[in-house]
């Protein structure tokens, strides 16, 4: 069974992570979070979950508005060969979230350790980052040295690189 969002700020407030979150409705798409703006302060992610040809699985978090070339982004990430989006039944398996929820905190589902977290440089100066609780009715504000922790702490080597131009 995936972890809830109760389980992941149990884990958080373990590790001594302060965060803030704020309800709202579902939101599925960048355009529908960016009616939140004014309300939530800091960098929002966008967040894609990828697979090579070889099944090694990657979660890429960038800023809400970057543009990610899907054609050449394998060279950035490691990827054995272009990359495609990874199939709704791999995001449940790996992450514990359904399309529209992907998520950086979905690594605590991650036990086998089977994707890799790229986090984007350019993301990465916010001094805070938003990203859903595991569920796309809410996003929770997070310090961006505390989100390396948390994916530290899950037994992942977070990468950040950059991703964008």
Known sequence: MPKTEAELFAFLADLGIEV????????????????????????HTKNLFLKDKKDNFFLVSVDE?????????????????????GKPEMLMELLGVVPGAVTVFGVINDTELRVKVVLDQELMRHAVINAHPLTNEATTSIAAADLVKFVEATGHDPVILKVTG
């Open 20 to 43: 803030s979150t704020l309800r709202h409705p579902s939101l599925f798409t960048v355009a529908d979070s960016q009616a939140l703006r004014g309300e939530i302060a800091g960098g």
């Open 65 to 85: 508005e970057a543009v990610v070339d899907l054609k050449q982004i394998h060279h950035i990430i490691g990827a054995a060969g272009r990359v495609s989006f």
